[in-house]
């Protein structure tokens, strides 16, 4: 018996209703669409999914986030309606809580970028020691040949012309990175290749870091949005000067627990800005108590073997660039693809209007045509490299991806916007079952101990009253004491149901 469930045994028991959830059960994920995948990223799923047994598109997520950190160096997607080019970049979102095998399955989807950074370390162990040199010969000969100029200006200028240019350090062995600062990615750019990938199976600790902070939200939301768009890096930092990056490009898979992504979702500085409209989101049903021991399929290996060649071939060829940045080659639909995105488009446009189906997710529904646009670009080239317009199949299986996130984002639309007294209310209840444990609470013990989002008296208020309302606490007449200290605002706490069943 918990701490909780033996305090509150020792407490005279209340007659009271059962209390009311907090908020509206989600209906039911569908399933994700796996045939839309194309043969290579299909196969890969669903052999994860035989392998791990994780929900559908815990795996989907996890092998469609790296064909496109694969992609996106190679490509980019020609928008039909404007001619504006945008990059082959997906940011995704996969909402599962622990213990749903996130970690595994996002390590069979990532194997090929490991393999891929562990060539690129060996090349970097044997290339830094040869640029260290060459630097250190530069700089000798620089100093040598203006001694020999005799402080003569254009004598001088002209040895150091001679000399030419410093020598080019290799890049940073990386391609994924975890828990960034927007300063500390920017700063990476710099010095790794131009492609990169923020994954996370446990995005909760990126989420809630430093780079999201209250503080620096907004900022981290801009940056983000601005290379989804693959927009130029800027910087302008004390110490290190003002530079400007292009070509670079940023996919992103994260993976969060259910609250983290309420929080997130709910965020209104970031559906504001625009980030929120950018993610491709996925919370499927949990699997838990139906993973049986079992081998897993014989063609599981074959398919993660194809799906590893593949994707490695895709990461080790060259990439188009210019001034250390990429260049990526224009790749525009055929005609038929064209009216497949067109009819697409025109119809998620008189769908989000005013009552319409994604009214709701409106923001979210202005970029689903450019979603599509991207995913069906990414399987084009995971089919084939060299392929010279998409065609009209693949652009098909971008809008069938694209139909599912949109019932996605439509599904967890309440979920996202939950108000915050709620959001509160709900970390609250949480602490109180799990940290706070005794039977009494008092408000002062909500404000000063805790969660860190209700550290003020009204804040902390607002969240009694909204578990107050739903039957979680219960106002205790004239008070009461609490570990030795009389409180004159003070509740009884109403244990979790699975806890009442047990008493």
Request: proline share 8%; net charge neutral; charged share 20%.
């Amino acid at each position: 018996m918990s701490r909780f469930a033996s305090a509150l045994a020792a407490a005279e028991p209340a007659q009271t209703p059962e209390p009311l959830p907090l908020r509206r059960a989600l209906p039911p994920a569908e399933p994700f669409p796996l045939e839309a995948l194309g043969p290579v990223l299909e196969g890969a799923a669903r052999a994860i999914m035989d392998r791990v047994q994780c929900p559908d598109a815990i795996a989907a997520q996890s092998v469609l986030g790296a064909a496109s950190l694969a992609a996106q160096a190679h490509a980019d997607v020609v928008i039909p309606a404007t001619g504006h080019i945008r990059p082959l970049s997906l940011f995704l979102v996969t909402v599962a809580a622990s213990g749903e095998r996130k970690s595994a399955a996002d390590g069979e989807a990532l194997r090929p970028i490991h393999d891929r950074e562990e060539v690129l370390r060996e090349y970097h162990a044997i290339a830094r020691p040869k640029y260290e040199n060459s630097q250190l010969a530069w700089d000798d000969a620089r100093k040598k040949a203006l001694g020999k100029c005799k402080g003569d200006f254009e004598a001088g200028r002209a040895a150091l012309d001679a000399i030419g240019p410093p020598p080019t350090p290799p890049p940073a062995p990386m391609l994924l990175v975890r828990e960034p600062t927007l300063g500390g990615l920017h700063k990476l750019f710099g010095v790794s290749g131009p492609s990169l990938g923020l994954f996370s199976d446990e995005a909760g600790s990126f989420l809630g870091g430093h780079g999201m902070s209250e503080d620096n939200r907004l900022q981290m939301g801009a940056g983000l949005s601005e290379l989804w768009d693959g927009k130029a890096i800027s910087r302008v930092r004390v110490g290190d000067g003002a530079s400007i990056l292009p070509g670079r490009r940023l996919a992103a898979h994260l993976m969060v627990q259910p609250g983290v992504a309420d929080r997130l979702l709910s965020n209104v500085e970031l559906s504001q800005q625009g980030l929120l409209s950018r993610l491709l989101v996925a919370a499927p049903p949990s699997l838990a108590g139906t993973r049986m021991q079992r081998p897993t399929g014989p063609g599981s290996a074959i398919a993660l073997a194809a799906y590893r060649s593949r994707l490695g071939e895709m990461l080790a060829a060259d990439a188009s660039m210019h001034d250390s940045g990429l260049k990526p080659r224009r790749l525009e639909l055929d005609y038929r693809a064209s009216c497949v995105w067109a009819a697409f488009a025109d119809e998620t446009e008189q769908a989000l209007g005013p009552g319409g189906a994604l009214e709701p997710i409106r923001g979210f529904s202005n970029k689903l045509p450019e979603h599509a646009l991207r995913m069906a670009a990414v399987l084009e080239l995971v089919a084939d490299s060299e392929v010279g317009l998409i065609g009209p199949r693949s652009m098909e299986t971008g809008v069938a991806l694209a139909r599912f996130y949109a019932s996605e984002a439509l599904r967890l639309f309440h979920a996202g916007s939950i108000p915050a007294a709620v959001m509160q209310a709900e970390q609250l209840l949480h602490w109180l079952h799990n940290v706070w444990g005794q039977r009494l609470v008092g408000i002062a013990h909500v404000y000063q101990r805790g969660p860190n989002s209700i550290r003020t008296k009204a804040k902390a208020r607002a969240a009694i009253d909204v578990l107050e309302e739903h039957g979680w606490l219960h106002p205790v007449t004239d008070g009461a004491e609490i570990d030795g200290k009389r409180h004159r605002d003070a509740w009884r706490i109403v244990p979790p149901l699975s806890q009442v069943s047990r008493l």
